[in-house]
């Protein structure tokens, strides 16, 4: 199942850019690295957001049975 296409549009203008020159970045973050960042810059952390995804809470990794 596909993502529809304004959703698909909206990815492909992210990617693209607003081609008026501006500089910027993309970041893809799983809600929890949000939460970790947030968290971070309410405690006043110095530093690049990149470094605080794992701030206060860290992925559970699912058990795996062979």
Known sequence: MGLGTPIQDFHWG??????????????????QEVVNIILAARDRREGGPGEYR???????????RA
């Open 14 to 31: 992210l990617a693209e850019g607003p081609g008026n020159q501006t500089e910027y970045r993309v970041h893809c973050l799983t809600m």
């Open 54 to 64: 794992d701030y206060r809470f860290r992925l559970l990794r699912a058990h795996v």
